[in-house]
């Protein structure tokens, strides 16, 4: 330590040492008063010994004085050599853009040239491998039907390391029964056609052989060679591996079970063939059976907003979303989804392009087949769908992909993307008049009223409300009854001044009380009430929810419910109320708001007044379906997320039909390998992040897409962040 001091002495011991240090490296002195005794005994201010210029040789060695010019050159330009050496290994290593080709020279700066006069993205700058990999949907968005049988790469195996081993055990035991499933068809296929060729005539004979067939295909299975799978490693992998599994008799049993069904039905189609009304049906069947085996050569399709050959004003854009997925809105606060980020950063601002997943057919099949029009069908059957999954895996794509299909296909769609927003910005809330213990959003009614009027105001001509004027009377209080029915035009029966209801000698009081059955009342228009309630609060919340109920019942045209976020209100509340809580402190769920009441019991969750998450006994909608997906980006703690999991998988409860009711719930896992290439190729063709002027550098280098998958995870997220990083 190197000290600058300037001390007092005192008269105090001559021992005593004060300084006052400041560092300095390597480089030690100390003042002592012990020096000084003399001048310490007389009380004398010794002034500090002034230091030597700071040798700087210790850390900055000069170069050797001996050393010639032609010396010091050549050993700097060893050095030079080494350190380019360096760099060239560095540029060399693959797997990474190790220089950024928008990067702005020192002479680009000083040329003076200006943002314009740099290259921009074009199509041409896309390579040949990109192009021909991108395959677009020939209508642009699917219909449900299309959806729901177009051929599509299976998704990714699950991981066991994703912290829920439960898919991965599922997925194995799946694929070994599989294989069993091959291995009984190798043994099974030659002699079933010796069976069916006995005839009908000859029962007997067809059950002895079938008794047959079960007692010999275990140890034929077993050991014979043609158990060998194809895409698994070894001579005999299910005589080998599967065999000596303890429940691979059970396994065997169950494949030939459902082998010998599949040959059953296959002989009724091609017994149908031959009649030309059973045509139909044998083309139908014949495309369903094939939809899994035409998956193994499938390649990723693209739907693009851009293409859709429908002219309807719903091809039609606000800035970036398209109105067919109003109202989606791009939010200043990463949400919903980062779906429409890929949008924004585009420099091809002709494409809105999502990628067509098998989950998405999933949800497609569920829906397609919940509404369609059957005169076989019984009531209630809408379905019922969760979509979860990892964050940024592509849930919100999901929904809206579904929201644009169905709206394409007829459905009216009441569409709520932003959950996270409603359940805390509801301006204001207010107790029902009319209900007790249900509370209102008049604000958010309004808005919800306001954009389903703007979405489906034409799909909804000629709907009126069911049950009519009684109908609102169940919502409103007479006061407010009366006065809608001035705002419509109409009569509301009980003012007193009403054709055919006018009671002589009672008063205003006894026409209130009066029967409102004299006449019959004007059909309400749906398109009428939504329009006054995006106008008047004050209606909006009774609107709303006639509406929705008159769509969830009626049977015309399909109704399908679409909530993101959906998990968000299940958190923590933000609406407090006085009458709920004197103390207010308790928050208001869900279940007891009415913007959200409908919804939950359409896909029967509730949220009790102690915060338990419970299945209940649903009143689906009777054709469509509701589809709620969940957000791994909000603030959710992990509670609601493993409770709302728990009430969704055991929440198979029996309808008042007799009939089982329960939730399809529909993973979107990460991208398969496959799919990594062709979103990779669209974010070159679309011009996104670095591969906008990369020329099919990345695409074509195995290394690395090996790199970027890794690195992502296969999220496509992280995807689009690694790219664009």
Known sequence: MTTLSHTTIGTTSSSTTLMTTMEYPKRCCYLSTSSSAASS???????????????????????????????ADERDAKEEARRQAIRDEIDSRKGRLWSDPMEITDEDWASGKKLDDLPDWSKEMCSRVSLERIRVHPDGIPTIETLATTPLPPPPPPHPANGNPSPYNKHRKDRIYSHIQT??????????????????????????????????????????????????????????????????????????????????????????????????????????????????????????????????AKADFDGVV?????????HPKNGPGRMLEEWELAANSTTKRIMARHCMRDVARCLLTASTEDSTTTIEEGCRIYVR???????????????????????????????????????????????????????????????????????????????????????????????FMKAIGGNSGDDGKGKGTKSKGKGNKGAEEA????????????????????????????????????????????????????????????????????????????????????????????????????????????????????????SVGRSVMAALDDAIETGVVVDGAGGISYITVVEVPQYSPLEVEHVLANFEVTGIGRLRFDQGATVMDKQEVAYLRMVSGGVGQRLMDSCIA
């Open 41 to 71: 005994r007389q009380g004398d201010i010794v002034p500090a010994s002034p230091l030597s210029p700071l040798d700087t040789s210790i850390y900055y060695p000069s170069p050797n004085a001996n050393e010639s010019s032609d010396d």
């Open 515 to 634: 029967s409102t059955d004299v006449t019959t009342p004007p059909p309400l228009s749906l398109n009428d009430l939504l329009k006054i309630g995006s106008e008047d609060p004050e209606f909006s919340s009774a609107i709303y929810t006639a509406v929705v109920q008159t769509l969830t019942n009626q049977s015309q045209t399909p109704f399908t419910i679409v909530m993101d976020e959906f998990n968000c209100y299940f958190d923590r509340g933000h609406y407090f109320h006085q009458e709920y809580d004197y103390n207010v402190v308790r928050t208001i769920p869900p279940n007891r708001i009415s913007l959200f009441k409908p919804l939950l019991t359409a896909i029967g969750l509730e949220k009790d007044d102690d915060g338990t998450i419970r299945s209940v006994e649903p009143k689906p909608i009777r054709r469509g379906g509701i589809i709620v997906g969940t957000s791994e980006s909000r």
């Open 322 to 330: 398209p109105k067919l997925l109003h109202p989606l809105k791009i």
């Open 183 to 312: 291995a009984v068809a190798d043994f099974a296929s030659p002699q079933i056609d010796r069976i069916l060729a006995l005839g009908d005539d000859n029962w007997d004979a067809k059950q002895d052989a079938i008794d047959d067939l079960f007692e010999k295909v275990q140890t034929s299975v077993a050991t014979n060679a043609k158990g060998v799978v194809s895409g698994v490693d070894g001579d005999d992998f299910v005589g080998s591996v599967l065999a000596s599994q303890p429940n691979f008799p059970i396994l065997v049993e169950r494949a030939l079970e459902a082998f010998l069904r599949d040959a059953v039905k296959q002989e009724k189609v091609v017994a149908a063939s031959t009649d030309d009304a059973g045509s139909t049906s044998t083309s139908t069947s014949e495309e369903g059976s094939g939809d899994d085996a035409k998956d193994e050569d499938a390649i990723p399709i693209f739907m693009d907003f851009h293409k859709i050959k429908d002219s309807d």
């Open 389 to 483: 999954g990892e964050k940024g895996t592509g849930k919100t794509a999901t929904l809206a992909t579904i929201v644009a299909s169905a709206r394409l296909s007829g459905h009216i769609v009441l569409y709520l993307p932003d959950g996270d927003r409603l359940r805390k910005n509801g301006f204001y809330i207010v107790p029902n008049e009319k209900r007790e213990g249900v509370y209102d959003l008049p604000m958010l009614a309004q808005e919800i009223c306001g954009e389903l009027l703007e979405s489906h105001g034409r799909d909804m001509d000629g709907m009126v409300l069911e049950g009519g004027e009684g109908c609102l009377a169940e919502l409103m209080t007479k006061s407010q009854l009366r006065e």
